[in-house]
């Protein structure tokens, strides 16, 4: 039997919003000059953003992780 791990969609929302606006933060308030920080902080930022989206949003979601269990022999 194969389990898929995701977050619930109250989690999902809440990091979805806040990684939006860290993102949203991040390209405001940081310096021009800090350009490939910035790059990078809003790749990621984003990327957190549109993974827990699209938990929200769609039915079956993104799982960040799965697990193998065999199943369980009947006793005779």
Known sequence: MMFSIR?????SVLIMIVAALL????LVSIPTGVG???LIW???TFGIA???GAN???KNGISFGEINRKPRRKLK
């Open 36 to 38: 490939l920080f910035k």
């Open 42 to 44: 809003a790749i990621i």
């Open 56 to 58: 929200v949003f769609s």
């Open 7 to 11: 977050p619930s969609k109250a989690v």
């Open 23 to 26: 993102g949203i933060l991040g």
């Open 50 to 52: 549109i993974l827990h």
